[in-house]
Structures are given as structure tokens and as C-alpha cells.
């Protein structure tokens, strides 16, 4: 079965930067994206970036161009791994980040990771 | 703000139908058949209930139905159990950056 895995969560200050990792098993990993969505808290979901591994095709939302990094892992250890780097954290990035199988362009994101608590 | 607009809260009684509707611009809901639909409970990720507007992925009960006019998309959940209180999300494409959008979240409350 499909299965999204991410790391755990991380407290991180002010300035700083934090990578998150996502592992996706259980499906041919090259034909689907794998979305990347944030939820602050008490609000709602608000989406940041999308890679298609067979495609060779990142998006980001504008909101977050050049301060997010989505990227995929090496074809060993971390395959089937993708990557969200996001840097110059200010207390509103305090958020569980979501990692997330889905199609694109649809979206149609049907199986979810279980979320990383990113607090700044 | 975000980019679709949903009602902020709906109710209805167990047994009983609610609609709960998603308004964006010919930009995104009204410009592709591109609609999804989430429901997420407290602390839980979102799960998907309804994709590319009408379509529901194996495992969905039918009770949840997608539909599209317009600009406008809607989610009704007919039969409604008490398990059906949560929060519910709708997507959509958007073309262009950003480009997937999302509604800012209904909270459903059953009588």
C-alpha cells in the first residue's frame, strides 16, 4: 500500500533554516508528484510547491519562491526520498508541514504523510 | 485570505443532507475541472474525499458527492453520521502561481 513517511519534528529559531524529508513507498514513484502543503496553527491548508520526479518538474507557489528548495534524493540510500528546504524562518513558518502523493496538474492528493511540526 | 471562499462553518442533523460550497474565479474552479475536496479531522492529516470535481476514490462512501457550476463548486454530503464532523477543504488548480489553491475550510458540525 502507498505509504508517506516524513521526519520528525523540529524547533528551529529565528533566521534559521530546516530541511524535511519525505519517503514514499508502495507505488512507481516516478508517476506522481509529491505535493507539499502547511497548515499553521488553527488555520488552514495552503499549498507551497509540488516535484515530479518523472517529469524533472518543480513549482513552487510565488509566495515562497526563493526561500523554499524542493529537491529529490540520490538514487541510493534516499531514493524514493524527496526533500523541502526552507530557509530564513520567521515565527509565522511555525506550521506541520505536510508531504503528499497527488497528481498534477489536478492535484487529487490522495495519500498524505502524517506531518512535521516545524517550530520556530 | 485565501484564494477560494468557503463558509466558514455548516451544520445539519444526522440523517440528513448539507452542501457546502467553494467559490473561486474562472482563474481556477471555473477554469478547469480540476476540483478536489479534503475532510480532516482534529490532528489528523487531510484525506481525500472527492477529486477532478465529481470523482470519488475507491473506499469514499457515496454519500459524499461532488458537483460544479460556474465558478462555484460544491460538496454535498448526503446520510449524514456523526463521524462526518470535521473540517472540509476544497482545491483547485489554478493554472498559473500559484498554482493549486485552496479554500479556507468549513467546520461541519451534525445535530
Known amino acids: 500500500q502507498v505509504q508517506i513517511v516524513q521526519s520528525g519534528a523540529e524547533v528551529k529559531k529565528p533566521g534559521a533554516s530546516v530541511k524535511i524529508s519525505c519517503k514514499a513507498s508502495?507505488?512507481?514513484?516516478?508517476?506522481?508528484?509529491l505535493h507539499w502543503v502547511r497548515q499553521a496553527p488553527g488555520q488552514g491548508l495552503e499549498w507551497m510547491g509540488w516535484l515530479f520526479p518523472g517529469r524533472d518538474d518543480t513549482r513552487y507557489s510565488q509566495k515562497f519562491q526563493g526561500r523554499v528548495t524542493i529537491t529529490w534524493g540520490s538514487r541510493d540510500t534516499t531514493a524514493n526520498t524527496i526533500y523541502m528546504e526552507v530557509t530564513s524562518l520567521t515565527s509565522e513558518d511555525t506550521a506541520v508541514y505536510y508531504c503528499?502523493?497527488?497528481?498534477?496538474?489536478?492535484?487529487?492528493?490522495?495519500?498524505w504523510g502524517q506531518g512535521t511540526l516545524v517550530t520556530v | 485570505q485565501s484564494a477560494l471562499t468557503q463558509p466558514p462553518s455548516a451544520s445539519g442533523s444526522l440523517g440528513q443532507s448539507v452542501t457546502i460550497s467553494c467559490t473561486g474565479t474562472?482563474?481556477?474552479?471555473?477554469?478547469?475541472?480540476?476540483v478536489s475536496w479534503f475532510q480532516q479531522n482534529p490532528g489528523k492529516a487531510p484525506k481525500l474525499l472527492i477529486f477532478e470535481v465529481t470523482k470519488r476514490p475507491s473506499g469514499i462512501p457515496d454519500r459524499f458527492s461532488g458537483s460544479k457550476s460556474g465558478n462555484t463548486a460544491s460538496l454535498t454530503v448526503s446520510g449524514l453520521q456523526a463521524e462526518d464532523e470535521a473540517d472540509y477543504y476544497c482545491s483547485s488548480y489554478a493554472g498559473n502561481n500559484p498554482y493549486v489553491v485552496f479554500g479556507g475550510g468549513t467546520k461541519l458540525t451534525v445535530l
Open positions: 503528499a502523493r497527488g497528481t498534477v496538474p489536478g492535484g487529487n492528493m490522495d495519500s
Open positions: 508502495g507505488y512507481i514513484f516516478n508517476n506522481y508528484a
Open positions: 474562472r482563474s481556477d474552479v471555473g477554469g478547469y475541472n480540476f
